[in-house]
């Protein structure tokens, strides 16, 4: 090492000379390339960048030049070090280039590995579903109302037009609950939604919109296509001038909400003790939408080739059941339909066995997951 | 109500090329449910002919006796000779009348029919049984036997009128009419605007007083008794086959003539009828409620103790027959003799809900019953007598009394008003007044006046007794289907509840949490209770008991959700799905025993507020629970790592998730409740009103009730009652304020006893902590006796310390920390280790 030249007498510097400084560059460029990693080359520019690298050295000679000779070497020295510092970032990124694409590579997984740590939970499908059908009235303004499951006979019965004698008041399909010392409690499993209608109706200054979704009970042993234990959704509305027309627009707007814009419901004509006019409803099938009637070629699992679904019963609210229920049938006019949760889940998802929805298996309830 | 095509034309002269499928739309759409339609005879060929029997051979040395006869076919098989038939049957004879099927032949089902070799002969065809045609059930279980009169080589398929359709009706509780040939024709004559030949337009004599003496005691339980006498009858007359072949169609099996002759005017008019044997008869006929301790043998061979509400019809002797239900024994026609010779005819209409009422208590339905109950034309009644007793006449020779008994309790005529546009109103739909009076005047219905319609219900229609049936009489004769589609306007709704946002809520915050919904059913029985380990006083031990569970040993309702939800969870363990977590929300059912047992309120006008209050004091209480249950891995092992079982605390987690969504923290205490471990019990408390009120239970369960129940060991449950949730609830959530200065995080592992709660030491570390404290999490538990002595515990927990208008300073935050420790030494005895 030497100092630097303060003398400034006018000695040649063998390091500052030309060809000296090509060499130096040359000899850092070759370096650099020949550097392999990052490593290397940190080795390479601590040689040839370092303040002990020839290169630094010849600038720190600069100095003992004489003053016209400055100028020159110093140009000579700063282009020389500015092209090594260019390799030397070229080489650098270069490299690093080369690391971060081989680290991705290392750090690669199988991201096929399968993940069920936390395994999922879900809703039952009959809840989803209920809601569901509820949430297309509540959009057009209906409340949803509830009652209680163990519920009056009169609500369940008295009130909907259902006389004393009536076969349905019979052990044979209601449950009866026990009033101590074998008296009569009054009080029965509801075998359909149809007391929180009246309750609305008694609840409420008309006009009534409401949809009544709920657990009912009936005395029919468990087996592939009865539950005792089922899901029902009713809706009542009472209005001035409601019309069998209103009740129909309304179904057709369900089935359409449910199953596409191109369904359509039919009614027929049958009797319930609560409507009147009575009518059972069917909807188009949604699967084969009537194509599979009278055509074997293209037979419908869903509908049986029938081209229609039965859904349930429906009607003009009997005027008795409002003059029971505090309305007056002279003023108000109203219209009801129900059916069931587990038979629209049945053909709408093609569930075969109705004990599937009853038993709480959670290979059949999760995937249906958080709504349906 | 089975309905045969070709008798139906009978009454319409329908278009001949009108199917059953064409009729079935047609009715359907007026509205009686035409379940099948039935092709009787399908795939049918002859030839198929009277034949009779010339010879029997008996065969032996088979399993059973064959025989091998020759039968004259006449010229049907060509040849005029014998023909060579084997037959399994034997209820013939040589000389009788039998039906032939020849090869060349095909029976329903197709079964062709060739000569084959059977049992070492060739039999040339084949003697056919009721069965064999598809003719149904005729009671002989053997070959059919023809009556003499016909002759051999007479083609039987058009003789046996094999060849027909059948309708099959499901009739609705309000079209009783629609039980006979007459209602179904009635509503298909409408159907396609075709006349009606009605077959109840016969011509009856007027009563007198010479026929069989009747008294009806009972006026309104019988407001009409016709009895008719036919003597003369020949008891070995039997029935025509024409009268056989219907009653089959219609699903009746013939049983003898006078008997079938009462079945088939039944059939016809919809009246039931009934045939005393006269010589069986003591004295007047009589109709009465049943007195206390009678009995009555029913034609089923079934005595039966009588109730003082059922009707009776009585003789001298006592009763002799259940009014509209069932005749009795004692005076039967004698159709296993023959001796009957003289017969008296009951044309009766009794009141419906009697006969429902005793067809009911005496589990006894019969085609009578089934049809007054639905309601039977009065009108009728003496029309059928007459048919009746014309047909036994023609039948069986005898000879109509000039007898007419007739006991008519006088009624009026019903009558509805009803303005002439209200079936427009109902239906959305205009159709005028012209088209109204139309419709009700085709149903057979007098209709009077202009705006205001007077109209007088046709004998038959007990079910139209308001304006709204007639309206949907209109209706359905217009077409249901040309109602058009139109949508209400319901006034803006408020959407869902917050309780019921709340119950969605819950359902989807659990599922999110893992746990799968089941939906169990609510029945249950002492033996789950005392498997879940309850005490005698518990108040899940006070029931709501079923009279008429589905089964006895689960008679009552649920007062927990847990025994329904755990046999899910044993039912799926037992499936081979081993790490469950399973919820249910539901009504339980808790009576309180102030139940009061309610009257019977009006329907004629709304109950008073007070009656209503009475219906719902009846009720028991019927909060809303949710439960879960856990079991096996609620983390799976995998490539990642380790699992973790479900345990005790996943239990309390599952409650506080569900309390979170009513904006309600849970204050955890250990207690002792069933059915839970004594030492893995939490007891869940939040605020009501001020008040800290228990909210359920979580932990692991009791390992005996593990046991007693088959679960899998460490099984975990929670339940809490929704509704004490909803009254605890906070309302709206205030956002919390989001301090931006720095946290200073300070460390503290204390030491206590073991039996100190976590709880109470973190009450007193917040407490200590100050206003300064922005959270503390227990983040180790840590147990050693050599490091910390016995029965003691390690507690760390990490405060994080905030203020939010400057920057804490380190002697800030150790003061609060400080503080803290000090307060939960004093509370908890904690201190801090070293």
Not at chain 2, 412 to 424: R, S
Request: aromatic content about 6%; hydrophobic content about 40%.
């Amino acid at each position: 090492m030497s100092a630097p030249n303060k003398s400034y007498d006018p000695v040649e510097v063998e390091a500052l000379k030309p060809e000296q400084i090509e060499r130096m560059r040359d000899e850092a460029l070759a370096a650099f390339a020949a550097a392999d990693s990052l490593d290397a080359l940190h080795e390479a520019k601590v040689a040839h960048t370092g303040p002990a690298s020839p290169l630094a050295l010849a600038n720190r000679e600069i100095g003992a030049l004489p003053p016209h000779a400055k100028a020159d070497a110093g140009k000579r020295v700063g282009m020389a070090r500015g092209a090594v510092n260019k390799a030397l970032a070229g080489r650098q990124a270069e490299l690093e280039a080369e690391r971060d694409a081989r680290v991705l590579v290392e750090e690669a997984v199988d991201v096929t590995l399968p993940y069920d740590r936390v395994p999922a939970g879900a809703r039952h499908p009959l809840t989803t579903m209920m809601e569901r059908v509820a949430d297309v009235f509540v959009s057009m303004g209906y409340e949803i109302a509830e009652g209680p499951e163990a519920e009056a006979e009169w609500f369940n019965f008295d009130a909907l037009n259902i006389a004393p004698n009536h076969p349905a008041r019979t052990m044979q399909d209601t449950f009866f609950v026990e009033g101590g010392k074998g008296e009569d409690s009054g009080v029965v499993l509801r075998t359909h939604t149809s007391p929180v209608q009246a309750r609305s109706m008694l609840d409420r200054e008309p006009p009534v919109y409401v949809v009544c979704p709920g657990r009912v009970y009936r005395t029919d042993e468990l087996d592939a296509t009865h539950t005792p234990v089922f899901h029902q959704i009713e809706l009542l509305a009472i209005d001035e001038g409601l019309t069998m027309a209103d009740l129909k627009g309304t179904l057709d707007h369900m089935v359409q909400s449910l199953f596409g814009a191109e369904m359509k419901t039919r009614l027929r004509p049958n009797y319930f003790p609560f409507t009147e006019p009575s009518a059972e409803m069917d909807m188009l099938c949604y699967v084969c939408k009537g194509a599979s009637v009278g055509n074997p070629d293209r037979p419908c699992r869903t509908c049986s080739s029938e081209g229609w679904i039965e859904l349930g019963g429906c009607g003009m609210v009997n005027p008795r059941v409002l003059t029971a229920c505090g309305v007056d049938p002279e003023k108000y006019s109203g219209f009801a339909f129900g059916f069931g949760i587990e038979r629209m889940l049945m053909f709408r998802h093609n569930v075969e066995d109705m004990r599937d929805m009853v038993e709480g298996d959670v290979r059949f309830t999760r995937p249906f997951g958080m709504e349906i | 109500m089975r309905v045969p095509l070709s008798w139906l034309r009978e009454y319409v002269d329908l278009p001949a090329t009108e199917t059953g499928r064409d009729v079935q739309a047609k009715l359907i759409s007026a509205g009686l449910e035409v379940e099948t339609v039935e092709q009787h005879g399908d795939g049918l060929k002859g030839p198929l002919v009277v034949g009779q029997v010339l010879t029997v051979e008996e065969l032996e040395g088979f399993k059973k006796l064959i025989r091998f006869c020759t039968v004259d076919v006449g010229q049907a098989n060509g040849t005029g000779e014998p023909q060579e038939i084997v037959c399994g049957a034997r209820n013939f004879s040589v000389g009788d009348k039998v039906v032939v099927v020849l090869p060349g032949a095909e029976l329903p089902g197709g079964f062709a029919i060739s000569a084959r070799k059977t049992y070492g002969k060739v039999s040339h065809g084949m003697i056919c049984s009721s069965d064999e045609l598809g003719m149904g059930e005729d009671g002989t279980h053997g070959i059919i036997v023809l009556p003499p009169e016909h002759e051999v080589g007479t083609d039987a398929i058009e003789l046996l009128q094999l060849v027909d359709e059948v309708l099959d009706i499901a009739v609705t509780p309000d079209r009783g009419y629609c039980l006979s040939m007459r209602g179904v024709a009635r509503e298909t004559a409408i159907a396609y605007g075709l006349p009606l030949r009605d077959p109840a337009l016969l011509d009856v004599p007027a009563p007198n007083a010479f026929g069989h003496p009747v008294k009806v005691a009972d006026p309104f339980g019988c407001d009409r008794f016709t009895a008719r006498t036919v003597t003369g009858l020949d008891p070995e007359a039997r029935s025509p086959i024409w009268l056989t072949r219907r009653l089959q169609k219609a699903g009746m099996r013939p049983i003898s003539l006078a008997v079938d002759v009462t079945n088939y005017v039944m059939l016809e008019l919809g009246q039931p009828l009934h045939a005393y044997d006269r010589s069986r008869v003591q004295g007047a006929i009589g109709v009465r409620r049943a007195e206390q301790g009678e009995r009555l043998t029913t034609l089923d061979g079934v005595t039966r103790e009588l109730s003082t509400d059922d009707l009776v019809i009585t003789d001298d002797r006592g009763p002799i027959g259940l009014a509209g239900v069932m005749g009795g024994a004692n005076s039967e026609i004698d159709d296993t003799e023959g001796t009957t010779t003289e017969v008296v005819v009951e044309a009766a209409h009794f009141d419906s809900v009697s006969v429902a009422r005793t067809a009911r208590r005496h589990k006894l339905s019969s085609e009578a019953s089934r049809r007054f109950e639905r309601g039977v034309d009065p009108e009728a009644a003496s029309a059928a007598a007459q048919r009746t007793v014309d047909l036994l006449v023609l039948l069986a020779g005898g000879t109509a009394e000039a007898g007419v008994t007739e006991i008519i309790a006088p009624s009026a005529p019903h009558t509805i008003t009803v303005p002439a546009d209200h079936p427009d109103k109902v239906a959305g739909v205009t159709y005028g007044r012209e088209t109204v009076v139309r419709r009700l005047q085709q149903i057979g219905c007098d209709v009077y006046g202009q705006d205001e319609l007077l109209v007088t219900v046709p004998s038959w229609r007990p079910d139209l007794t308001d304006p709204n049936d007639l309206a949907e009489e209109v209706i359905r004769l217009e077409g249901y289907e040309n109602l058009p589609s139109t949508l209400p306007r319901p006034l803006p709704g408020h959407g869902l509840t917050e309780r019921q946002r709340l119950h969605r809520r819950v359902g989807r915050a659990l599922a999110g949490a893992g746990y799968v919904e089941a939906l169990t059913y609510p029945f249950l029985g002492e033996a789950a209770l005392d498997q879940l380990g309850l005490d005698a006083g518990d108040p899940r031990r006070t029931l709501v008991t079923l009279v008429n569970p589905l089964s006895d040993e689960e008679p009552a309702l649920r007062t927990t959700l847990l025994p329904g939800l755990l046999g899910a969870l044993r039912r799926n363990d037992g499936r081979g799905s081993h790490d469950l977590a399973l919820f249910e929300t539901g009504l339980v059912f808790r009576p309180t025993g102030e139940e009061r047992i309610p009257e019977r309120l009006p329907v004629d006008r709304r109950p008073s507020k007070a009656d209503l209050a009475a219906l719902d004091a009846a009720l028991p209480r019927q909060p809303r629970h949710a439960a879960v249950v856990l079991a096996g891995a609620r983390e799976q092992a995998g490539w990642w790592g380790k699992g973790r079982p479900s345990d005790w605390a996943d239990a309390i987690q599952a409650a506080r998730t569900v309390a979170g969504e009513y904006g309600v923290e849970l204050t955890v205490r250990a207690e002792q409740h069933a059915p839970w471990h004594p030492g893995r019990c939490a007891a869940l408390y939040a605020l009501v009103d001020g008040t800290e009120t228990l909210v359920g239970h979580a932990g692991e369960l009791h390992p005996r009730v593990v046991k007693a129940m088959h679960l899998p060991e460490r099984t975990c449950a929670a339940e809490v009652e929704l509704d004490v949730l909803e009254r605890a609830g906070q309302g709206m959530l205030a956002a919390p304020r989001i301090a931006t200065f720095p946290v200073a995080t300070q460390d503290v592992a204390l030491v206590v006893d073991r039996a100190v709660p976590a709880a109470d030491v973190e009450a007193a570390l917040r407490e200590g902590a100050g206003e300064l404290l922005e959270s503390v999490r227990l983040f180790d538990v840590y147990e050693n006796a050599e490091q910390l002595g016995e029965g003691r515990k390690s507690l760390a927990y990490a405060l994080r310390f905030r203020a939010e208008d400057r920057t804490l300073t380190v002697d800030e935050a150790s003061a609060a920390r400080d503080a803290a420790v000090a307060l939960a030494g004093s509370r908890t005895g904690a201190v801090l280790r070293g």
